[in-house]
């Protein structure tokens, strides 16, 4: 606790600030999320008006201003956190007003970094898909890092025929899961989300550099995606089929036999995907295997 000395209407404003803080405090503990949500309401611009309290003229007051500013700011925080710990345990419609909340209030705050996952998911069970994409353009400015913003915005540009800035977002998507799991984040939920989302990144980069005739990055990445891609139809097929063109390629330029084959074999399981890239990939399997019989 920290003795706040003012006089006037600055003493209201103070008790005002406890008062409510204390009573956020109550809300969390009870679940009470309508209260937690009209308490930061309220707090904010009272935390708001402390912390831009100006600096007193004598070093004698300068103490006691800077603990009530540091003060106000702990208050802040724990507005946020607030938020934030109560949304996680509500219902979806819920999460989705509470994280709201938060990220208009500070669209900075340390623990929308965690909560970007639930909030989509909440959005999507409450018929707020269709918002997920804008939501997620704002928010990685300020989250450069998250897995989960990074991976919505390479697929919305991908949608959009955006190719290479898909690929941009994909990569540093692959770069984030090499980086220490974010705090706050438990391993279980840490390795959930790079089973279901870096076998999609690994797949853009791959998918957009077969289409430029990258091959070599088509084939590091597109490799890298298929254990993570099983039973994904909708991304097997174009990777097999890259992979095929990749590797046949490579061969050739290499004068490497086994790769061109590996160029058939990919082709072979492209080929037996029904959809648009079946037949052409046949016909790739058989070239393959044709110029692989004059290589020694």
């Not at 190719?163 to 990569?171: E, L, S, V």
């Not at 090499?178 to 705090?183: A, D, L, T, V, W």
């Not at 490579?250 to 080929?271: E, I, M, N, P």
Request: hydrophobic letters at 45%.
């Amino acid at each position: 606790m920290v003795t706040i000395l003012l006089g006037g209407p600055a003493v209201a404003v103070a008790d005002k600030l406890e008062d409510d803080y204390q009573a956020i405090q109550n809300a969390v503990a009870k679940k009470d999320a309508a209260g937690v949500k009209r308490l930061a309401v309220e707090l904010a611009p009272l935390v708001k008006a402390a912390v831009a309290e100006a600096a007193p003229v004598s070093d004698e007051e300068r103490a006691g201003w800077s603990a009530r500013v540091a003060y106000a700011k702990s208050i802040g925080t724990y507005v946020e956190y607030a938020l934030f710990a109560t949304a996680v345990v509500s219902p979806a419609a819920t999460m989705v007003d509470l994280i709201s909340t938060l990220d208009q209030q500070n669209p900075k705050s340390q623990y929308l970094e965690n909560a970007w996952g639930p909030y989509f998911a909440a959005l999507g069970q409450t018929g707020g898909q269709a918002k997920i994409p804008a939501i997620a353009e704002a928010a990685v400015e300020n989250f450069p890092n998250n897995v989960n913003l990074l991976a919505i915005v390479a697929d919305s540009a991908l949608q959009r025929g955006q190719n290479d800035r898909a690929a941009g977002f994909a990569a540093r998507e692959i770069a984030a899961f090499g980086r220490p799991k974010p705090e706050g984040l438990s391993d279980a939920d840490w390795a959930r989300e790079r089973s279901l989302t870096l076998g999609r990144a690994y797949f853009v980069v791959g998918y957009v550099a077969g289409l430029k005739n990258d091959y070599e990055t088509a084939n590091k990445n597109l490799r890298a995606a298929l254990p993570l891609i099983q039973g994904v139809n909708s991304e097997l097929a174009p990777a097999y089929f890259y992979l095929g063109i990749a590797n046949y390629q490579l061969g050739k330029l290499y004068l490497s036999k086994s790769q061109v084959l590996d160029g058939a074999k990919f082709s072979d399981l492209c080929s037996g995907i029904p959809g648009p890239y079946a037949d052409q990939a046949r016909h790739n399997a058989y070239v393959a295997r044709n110029d692989a019989l004059n290589m020694r």
